[in-house]
């Protein structure tokens, strides 16, 4: 379930460059954790998603490298709202 979970989610990152962690196909992976899928047709999804990641690894919209500059005042800005909300309660 969680590797079809995580392919799933990797799909979608490259398709629309968004992480959805609230998943809208959690009674599906539910379903499957539970058995839905043969061993077999655990594997065929799998490599199916596979396939389809490295199709829209080429074509995907997103940078080839992160905003490194973009990532670090994103975390000094969390970092400081976090502590000033710790200190005001």
């Known amino acids: ?50 396939a389809r990641l490295e199709q829209l690894y080429d074509t995907s919209p997103l940078p080839e490298e992160p905003d490194a500059e973009a990532v670090e005042a994103l975390v000094i800005e969390l970092q400081e709202r976090f502590l000033w909300e710790t200190r005001s309660a």
């Open 1 to 50: 379930m969680h590797l079809l979970r995580l392919l799933r989610e990797g799909i979608e990152i490259l398709e629309t460059g968004q992480v959805h962690v609230y998943r809208s196909d959690r009674e599906w992976l539910r379903a499957v954790k539970d058995g839905l899928l043969s061993f077999e047709e655990l594997r065929e999804t799998a490599s199916a998603y596979e």
